[in-house]
């Protein structure tokens, strides 16, 4: 099973922020008398779980890049995006689950994961061009997109530049504004060094996969720096994606809510449902959840995104 490959993989991302706040402390350990959260130790504990086999695995030419990804499954494409520093591995069983029914493509974006680096600074933009010749390189004309975090920002700006690819868009924990993130997660961002990864999950799992492991430095730094760059991209260009679009957050999400509202609305949510009709597009808010725990809450998110990517309608008594 691939749960436990996501537990490592969603509790690094959350370390890195973790990390800054509780003094530096890895894993199972204490500095400055803080001392890991139990649940972060034992995620960190877990060892990732073997390979799903049957699997497509292959580097494509994109951009410049040798652009990893995989293939699970068959149906109408699903692309999926991941977060910052994450890999494919990353998904765990939200993958498995959505390939019993989909044929899903988990890309690596660059300088994560498999996809080695090049001259080239990161910006949302260049993820979601990437991303479309990757799917050209593949030959999917059209694909559903399901992007979390930093990957929910890109496959938003897959919608806004390439909107003749992109069917369906499910936008996990993801902005179109810098401020749609509390203040508190940039600042941590700007005070990350690579130091603070060592000892982590993350860096661990970089290091198995990534052609050089000496650039997770380079890694940290282009995140920081691409984080670093103010972004508010127009209303009208949100307003303008015509893809039925599923906004997920956590009630304790990095992303405010008020900022998933105004996406929302922007995309024709916000209306008496019972008197105008559902809107085309959708808002989910998981109680309980902070921003790197939306990516344990599969047995949430999969049921819900089948159905909005199938177009189930909602079975009222009325």
């Not at 209303?235 to 015509?242: G, N, Q, T, Y």
């Not at 597009?281 to 990516?295: C, D, E, K, R």
Request: charged residues 20%; contains cysteine.
């Amino acid at each position: 099973m691939r749960s436990n490959h996501v537990r490592l993989q969603a509790a690094a991302a959350g370390l890195a922020v973790a990390i800054l706040v509780l003094g530096g402390c890895k894993q199972g350990g204490e500095k400055g008398g803080v001392t890991m959260p139990p649940a972060a130790q034992e995620m960190a504990a877990q060892k990732p779980a073997a390979s799903t086999p049957e699997v497509q695995r292959d580097y494509a030419p994109v951009n410049g890049l040798k652009m990893y990804y995989e293939i699970h499954g068959t149906g109408k494409p699903l692309v999926l995006l991941h977060g910052a520093f994450m890999t494919v591995e990353a998904w765990g069983d939200t993958l498995t689950e959505l390939a019993k029914s989909r044929r899903v493509i988990a890309a690596e974006l660059q300088g994560h994961g498999r996809t080695a680096d090049i001259d080239r600074p990161f910006s949302y933009e260049q993820f979601a061009d990437d991303v479309a010749a990757l799917m050209r390189h593949i030959g999917v004309d059209k694909a559903d997109i399901l992007g979390y975090s930093l990957g929910g920002a890109a496959a938003l700006q897959a919608a806004i530049r390439h909107p003749e690819m992109v069917d369906k868009l499910v936008v996990v924990s993801g902005t179109y504004r810098t401020d749609g993130w509390y203040p508190d997660v940039m600042a941590t961002i700007a005070k990350m060094t690579p130091d603070n990864f060592t000892g982590t999950p993350i860096r661990d799992g970089y290091d198995k996969v990534a052609p050089n492991p000496a650039a997770f430095p380079a890694l940290v730094d282009k995140i920081k720096a691409a984080e670093a760059k103010v972004y508010a991209w127009p209303e009208d260009a949100i307003r303008a994606i015509a893809s039925p679009t599923l906004i997920v957050i956590g009630d304790s999400d990095g992303v405010r809510p008020e900022h998933a509202v105004e996406m929302f609305r922007l995309l024709g949510g916000g209306v008496f449902g019972d008197i105008a009709g559902l809107p085309r597009s959708q808002l989910a808010i998981l109680p309980g959840t902070h921003h790197f725990g939306v990516m344990f809450r599969g047995a949430w998110l999969v049921p819900m995104i089948r159905d909005f990517l199938d177009g189930i309608p909602l079975q009222s008594p009325m």
